[in-house]
């Protein structure tokens, strides 16, 4: 068992994941001598050279287009793409092709790839470099969506993203990366891909999250408990797509009342299909109208005032006390 | 730093072998067996009788919309012809005589017109993609192929095809950009007739050829004449030995003009003239072969004419299994749509089949032991 924070633990899975597989190889801007600009491929290229771990040309499209062609013939790449900002330049690719190619040829010709990228806001990085745009994955058929919230799971959902025989999409809440530590097991652990966590159990509301507003849920959770005595039940979505319906539908059947946050813009978000999910399935249970904390519809803001904007413990507090007041 | 100017050992080759009368550059003359020669024309007569075919399927609402390749015949055939069934093919979507050259059943072709997913699934035993819509997008996929090759240390090319207006696109210098510079086994062949749907070259590039492009990424530019079925391969073949030795890519800019409508939704009437288009007509690469062909004592009419009879039998009965397949219980089956999406189907798309499938009347086809929504509708309710 180590302590380690969640830069190291992806970088763990990536030693891991290539040591195990010789078809793993790792490309993107910087990542070879460098070692990525948050250190997320430390070792790799000394470890394992050139030929698996490789600088590319800063073209975010041609990053994605050429681990396309190379998971076709037999590899398994994983892109990073070096802020999630920059990835919508590589869109056309995954919408058209990476996504596209299993269906369009009835499984003969498949992309087994990850796209890794940092996301989201909280570390006072300039204009681009803060937004959580990950419902725009998952709204595109043939992709799954991940993002880890701690070291533990960071590390296991990176083994599920290598092992799937599909694109992944895994999105890193960079605030995270090292802003605390957790003990990860010395055995390779794999979390599969399309299954949420209780990871705090309660009876009396549930608050569903996923990446980095995780820790505002679980502190809130813990308020409630304090000021309040509400005993919270806590849901880490995790994989965004496919979503883990019946998890979250369960609790919400047996605590009557749902606060869903994060930190992406709110109209079509992952909250708002959460929320669809839950009234399609489990209406008839509800205590009160379940409520979105989220970004607003706005560009991240920059960052003198993006603290405005992400939802903080606070916010998570209020919200759920409306929603138990109702 | 004086101004002056730099010199680059770059120029930008041309090539044709046979003119337009059949007459041939005995120097340039690639070493083909009659067979060979016989064999590249009846590929080239088969696809022009097949794309014949197609459209009047389509006229008459028997497949849908689709992009004539007639007179890229010579530039398909002549580079696919280079390559071996291991190496890799690449395609946009004016290739119909590489896919037959490479063993895609005809039916199959057709198929993806009458618009069935069937119809993109390669054949075993070939490295071929299928049909790329998306202009220049698949450069990258064979730049990453052609990669992939160089880490695995495979001696496969990759052959990838694009039309003039895809050098317009960002991925098509991000395409050269990356077998450039990771040195990659690919042969990036443009088959440049001249409009991209209406716009006409000098509207895509300033440029006065696109392989004078290849000076930018630092790799071999050719200029082919595209409708020389001869200069196609031999530009090619050489291409491929380079590629072979680790050399990596070229540039090939093959010129031909485009026949037809850019699709068959196109009249390109509207935007260019009568006379260019008599101009080029004569020149197209079937006619030239031919004379090249009758010159050498290889082809009479006679000979044509058994070909073409043998062809159309072979067509015929394509579009025969074609519009049976098309009819049959498997390729019908709406409820597929979601079975080839994913490696596994996930829950919420279980949900959504059993959705069609009910709406079809068919609601018990389909499980639904992993559907929440009966998992827990079988639970006492609360509130109202």
Redesign the interface.
């Known amino acids: 068992m180590a302590e380690i924070n969640m830069a190291k633990s992806i970088n763990m899975a990536l030693f891991e994941a290539m040591e195990k597989d010789s078809r793993v190889v790792v490309l993107g801007q910087d990542v070879g001598i460098d070692e990525g600009v948050f250190r997320i491929t430390e070792g790799l290229h000394a470890k394992f050279g050139d030929k698996r771990v490789f600088d590319t040309p800063l073209a975010e499209s041609g990053i994605i287009g050429t681990s396309i062609g190379m998971a076709i013939n037999g590899l398994l790449p994983v892109a990073e793409i070096q802020f999630a900002g920059f990835d919508y330049y590589a869109y056309q690719q995954l919408e058209s092709h990476a996504a596209r190619f299993r269906n369009r040829t009835r499984g003969r010709v498949t992309v087994p790839m990850v796209m890794r990228a940092p996301s989201g806001a909280g570390i006072r990085a300039l204009e681009h470099h803060s937004e959580s745009r990950e419902a725009i994955y998952c709204h595109t058929p043939g992709l799954k969506v991940v993002m880890p919230s701690g070291p533990r799971n960071a590390r296991a959902l990176m083994h599920a993203a290598i092992n799937d025989p599909d694109p992944v999409i895994y999105y890193e809440p960079k605030a995270l990366y090292r802003l605390f530590k957790e003990e990860v097991p010395d055995e390779i652990e794999v979390m599969p891909i399309g299954k949420a966590q209780v990871v705090r159990p309660g009876s009396d509301i549930t608050i569903i999250s996923y990446g980095a507003t995780m820790r505002p849920c679980l502190e809130a959770a813990e308020l409630l408990m304090e000021e309040d005595g509400v005993k919270a039940e806590v849901i880490d979505l995790l994989s965004l797509m496919p979503l883990d319906t019946e998890t979250f539908v369960n609790s919400v059947a047996k605590t009557g009342r749902a606060v869903v946050v994060h930190e992406g813009p709110r109209a079509c978000g992952v909250a708002a299909e959460v929320v669809s999910r839950i009234n399609e399935n489990v209406f008839l249970y509800l205590e009160a109208p379940v409520i979105r904390l989220t970004g607003y519809d706005v560009p991240v803001p920059y960052f003198s005032k993006e603290k405005f904007y992400i939802p903080d413990t606070d916010k998570v507090v209020e919200a759920c006390r409306k929603t138990l007041r109702f | 730093m004086p101004r002056k100017e730099l010199e680059f050992d770059y120029t930008v080759e041309t090539l044709s072998i046979v003119d337009e009368e059949g007459n041939v550059d005995k120097a340039l003359e690639p070493k083909l067996s009659d067979k060979e020669l016989l064999d590249m024309f009846r590929w080239m007569l088969y696809s022009r009788r097949v794309d014949e075919r197609q459209l009047n399927l389509q006229r008459q609402g028997r497949i849908g919309t689709f992009p004539q390749s007639t007179g890229h015949e010579a530039i398909g055939l002549g580079s696919v012809f280079a390559i071996e069934k291991s190496d ?1 093919f ?1 395609p946009a979507y004016r290739e119909l005589v590489c896919f037959l050259y490479r063993g895609w059943p005809l039916e199959r072709l057709l198929l993806y017109w009458a618009g069935f ?2 119809g ?3 054949p075993e035993g070939v490295n071929d ?2 049909i ?3 202009v220049a ?1 698949q ?14 240390g495979e001696n496969k090319v990759v052959l990838t095809y694009f039309g003039d207006g895809s050098s317009s696109e ?2 098509f210098h ?2 050269i ?2 077998a450039a ?2 040195n990659a086994p690919v042969i990036f062949v443009c088959e440049n007739n001249q409009f991209a749907i209406s716009e006409p070259l000098h509207k895509q590039t300033r440029t006065k050829t696109i392989a004078q492009k290849a000076v930018g990424y630092g790799v071999p530019g050719v200029r082919v004449d595209g409708n020389d079925v001869l200069a196609v391969y031999v530009a090619t073949k050489e291409a491929i030995e380079r590629a072979r030795k680790g050399e990596g890519p070229t540039l090939l800019d093959c010129l031909t003009y485009r026949y037809t409508p850019h699709t068959t939704a196109d009249d390109p009437k509207k935007y260019r003239s009568d006379e260019e288009a008599q101009k080029w007509a004569k020149r197209e690469p079937l006619i030239r072969f031919a004379k090249y062909l009758e010159k050498k004592g290889l082809l009479n009419d006679e000979k044509r004419q058994k070909m073409e009879t043998e062809i159309d039998e072979e067509i015929k009965e394509a579009v025969k299994k074609m519009e049976t397949l098309a009819k049959s219980k498997e390729l019908m089956e709406p409820l597929a749509m979601f079975d ?4 596994d189907v ?3 798309l279980e949900v959504q089949k059993h959705e069609l499938a009910e709406s079809l009347g068919r609601g018990d086809e389909v499980s639904t032991k ?1 559907n ?2 009966r ?2 509708a079988g ?1 006492a ?4």
Request: glycine content about 12%; aromatic content about 10%; proline content about 10%.
């Open positions: 890799w690449v997913e069937e993109a699934v390669p993609l299928p790329c819509v998306p997008s450069l990258l996929h064979a730049s990453g192929i052609g990669m992939a090759n160089n880490i695995k960002g991925d991000e395409g950009n990356f510079v990771f080839f999406l994913y490696a996930p829950v919420h992993s929440p929504q998992s827990i639970t309710k609360r509130g109202g």
